[in-house]
């Protein structure tokens, strides 16, 4: 069983809609969990950096965790076809590693047609 | 500020022949990373290095070697290319643990088909 999972879709949804994306993880020592998004040909970026449970938004995106269920979300509001990407859920320990180590969720393919 | 770069963009190897994969960071990072990204697998870590001249095996480091012979640059070697290596890799950078940013900014990928 990988460490973080991720519903790789594909998800389409009309321009405007609320988009919901989901994760679960099985490590408990996850305390940090991010989101990345990756457009077509082209590296992740950095959307969202979330510390233990609790919401965090940013402008039309909220992440949220829920570490007593170990459930990651991303909430994208009034999606826009530019929002048309893949995104992939990451995570990583607090402690215990020299480095920053992630684990990287499959990435789920979004797409937002007009 | 160019961010993280790599060459090639792209390229195509016959089964058997090596090549070398440079990543180059201009953001002072201490830390860099390979990674190697396949359909319905996410992105898995080949190996990395926390400062220069140290490298070490992450998740799938089988058939590649790294060195870090300079804090801004991080190389990938395929000694002898195999089919199961037909991927696209990706390299990242940060600052080390500890600080504010530990954000990893990733390069735009380099496609490889092994045929």
């Known amino acids: 069983q990988k460490e973080v999972e991720q519903d790789p879709g594909p998800l389409s949804v009309p321009e405007g809609a609320i988009v919901s994306l989901n994760c679960t993880y099985s490590?408990?020592?996850?305390?940090?969990f991010m989101w990345y998004r990756q457009y077509s040909r082209k590296g992740p970026e950095l959307l969202m950096y979330?510390?233990?449970?609790g919401n965090k938004e940013d402008g039309r995106f909220t992440a949220q965790v829920d570490k007593s269920s170990k459930y990651i979300s991303l909430f994208i509001r009034d999606s826009q076809p530019s929002d048309s990407a893949t995104y992939l859920c990451?995570?990583?320990?607090?402690?215990?590693?020299?480095?920053?180590?992630?684990?990287f969720g499959q990435g789920t393919i979004l797409t937002v047609h007009p | 500020n160019a961010g993280v770069t790599q060459t090639p963009k792209f390229r195509v190897l016959k089964t058997g022949q090596s090549m070398t994969l440079l990543c180059a960071q201009d953001?002072?990072?201490?830390?860099m990373y390979w990674y190697r990204q396949d359909p319905g697998m996410g992105l898995r870590l080949i190996h990395y290095?926390?400062?220069?001249?140290?490298?070490a095996k992450g998740e799938v480091p089988d058939g590649y070697n790294v060195s870090r012979l300079k804090k801004q640059n991080f190389l990938l070697g395929l000694e002898s290319a195999a089919p199961s290596q037909t991927s696209v890799y990706f390299c990242a950078s940060s600052y080390q643990k500890g600080k504010l940013d530990e954000t990893q900014y990733f390069g735009p990928g380099t496609r490889l088909l092994v045929l």
């Open positions: 979330t510390y233990s449970s």
């Open positions: 953001m002072n990072h201490e830390y």
């Open positions: 290095s926390v400062g220069e001249g140290t490298t």
């Open positions: 490590n408990s020592a996850f305390q940090y």
């Open positions: 990451a995570a990583q320990n607090a402690g215990g590693t020299s480095y920053g180590k992630l684990t």
